[in-house]
């Protein structure tokens, strides 16, 4: 354990020992560390260098059948025990709720005690005059691609970032999590006509540098997806074909998945609350909750209530099979708890590479971005500007933008056709590219 973890485990060992001697019956104790860096680099300067670092502690007290959370960044003992007096002050005037309590013991039990490989010391420790290093040769790399004669601007950013807890609990949960990421941008403008200046960017992030892709790869593909926007054009209000790419696929996939929430199936907010163990989608939808993959930016050995984490089917060729639920609401539907947030998303691989997908297509929309709308948790219904291209013959032939891809996740879902071969992997959602049958855009 290094030395940052074991004063925050002693840290929170202490509240929970102080919160125990005011009376709290029950108690659980975050004590974090977060520390960032970041350079942002534009048109051949440095702008802006950033550098924090934050430490707090978040306390859940659980005093007479009554539950409050809070948090603090003052430390200091003194400080502290003032916290824990005026938290369970508070706590006794609120109402019981018998629902808030902390996990089952045996579920805190069989946690992974394998490397995760999330932390990585040379990557925590990145100097800065790396990061502008970096982020000068990324600009670089997105001016020498071809076209960049029409680059108005390239603004680029280099990050990195630890993160370290200890999660204590009154009940016997003990744990340490840390993790490092590094993250790279860049955003090229180019110039179009009537003075318009489309965007295209592009990202990597991953808890090691060794796994992230070329400089060159990164800044080559922000200038070429800038490019390929120039000549934007809407496409006649109808039902086509589309495929999602998978770097963009996260804003939809978050808005179904959104429903899966145990607040939102509680308090009767989602469109799924009734749809466990029953189908949604096509049988082509397959998403694995895998805690353990190695290197995955979502992987943890315990969630943020400290229960182990286990790989669980979210949906299985269609069907829903769990729902993301804490001890609360777990305990408010009458369900076994799973627990309350995501790690990484797993999907099955596909069979063929985005080109191949737009042969088989033949004709519709390869959608590369959203931009704005909504999606109504309740009732399925959702509507998301996007850009991308017009595909005829399985060819690019033309952008298209200020369109907007409409349906109900109920409906749309069941006309998911194929998965890529290409996983998303810079994000804990490891998406594919998705290719859907006709569906809904308005245009023209």
């Known amino acids: 354990m290094s030395k940052h973890l074991a004063e925050l485990m002693g840290q929170a060992q202490w509240v929970v020992a102080e919160a125990r001697k005011r009376g709290a ?33 978040d306390v859940t007290l659980l005093v007479d059948g009554r539950y409050s959370s809070s948090s603090t ?30 996990p089952d013991p045996s579920r805190y039990a069989g946690q992974f005690a394998g490397d995760l490989k999330v932390y990585d010391e040379a990557t925590a420790t990145l100097s800065p005059d790396w990061l502008r290093r970096t982020a000068g040769e990324l600009e670089a790399a997105a001016r020498a691609a071809p076209g960049s004669e029409k680059i108005v601007s390239v603004s680029t950013t280099a990050q990195t970032e630890v993160s370290e807890q200890a999660l204590v609990a009154s009940n016997g949960m003990q744990g340490t999590h840390a993790d490092s990421s590094v993250v790279l941008v860049a955003e ?24 992230l892709p070329s400089l060159e790869l990164i800044g080559r593909r922000a ?39 145990g607040s939102n199936i509680q308090q009767r907010k989602s469109f799924l609350a009734d749809k466990l163990d029953k189908p949604v989608g096509s049988a082509v939808l397959s998403v694995v909750d ?55 998303l797993a999907w099955p691989p596909g069979q063929r590479d985005p080109e191949a997908m737009m042969r088989a297509m033949g004709k519709g929309i390869l959608i590369t971005g959203f931009n704005g709308g909504n999606s109504n948790t309740a009732s399925g219904d959702f509507s ?20 907007n891809l409409a349906g109900n996740h109920l409906e749309f879902w069941k006309r998911l056709l194929e998965l890529g071969n290409d996983p998303f992997l810079y ?3 490891r998406r594919p590219s998705l290719r859907f049958d006709k569906v809904q855009f308005s245009g023209t």
Request: glycine share 12%; aromatic share 8%.
């Open 427 to 429: 994000s804990s959602n």
């Open 384 to 403: 998301f500007g996007i850009q991308g291209y017009w595909v005829e013959g399985g060819k690019i032939v033309a952008p298209v933008a200020e369109m």
């Open 188 to 211: 090229t403008s180019v110039r179009d006509a009537g003075g318009r200046k489309p965007e295209g960017w592009w990202y990597a992030a991953c808890p090691n540098r060794e796994a």
């Open 73 to 102: 960044s003052d430390l200091r003992k003194p400080a502290l025990e003032r916290f824990l007096d005026e938290g369970i002050a508070m706590t006794r005037a609120i109402a019981e709720d018998p629902d808030r309590v902390l």
């Open 290 to 344: 895998e805690p353990h993959i190695a290197g995955g930016l979502g992987s943890k050995a315990f969630d943020g209530e400290g229960m182990a984490t286990r790989p669980r089917p979210v949906f299985d060729k269609g069907v829903v099979k769990s729902f993301f639920l804490d001890t609360y609401y777990g305990r408010k539907l009458g369900k076994e708890p799973t627990s309350g947030g995501r790690t990484n």
């Open 25 to 57: 019956q029950g108690t659980r104790v975050h004590a974090s560390r977060n520390s960032s860096s970041s350079v942002e680099w534009r048109d051949g300067k440095l702008e802006r260098v950033r550098e924090s670092t934050s430490m707090s502690v």
């Open 223 to 261: 200038t070429e997806r800038a490019l390929g926007r120039i000549g934007e054009s809407r496409r006649p209000t109808g039902k086509y074909a589309c495929i999602v790419e998978a770097m963009t696929a996260g804003r939809l996939l978050d808005s179904l998945l959104s429903a899966l929430d």
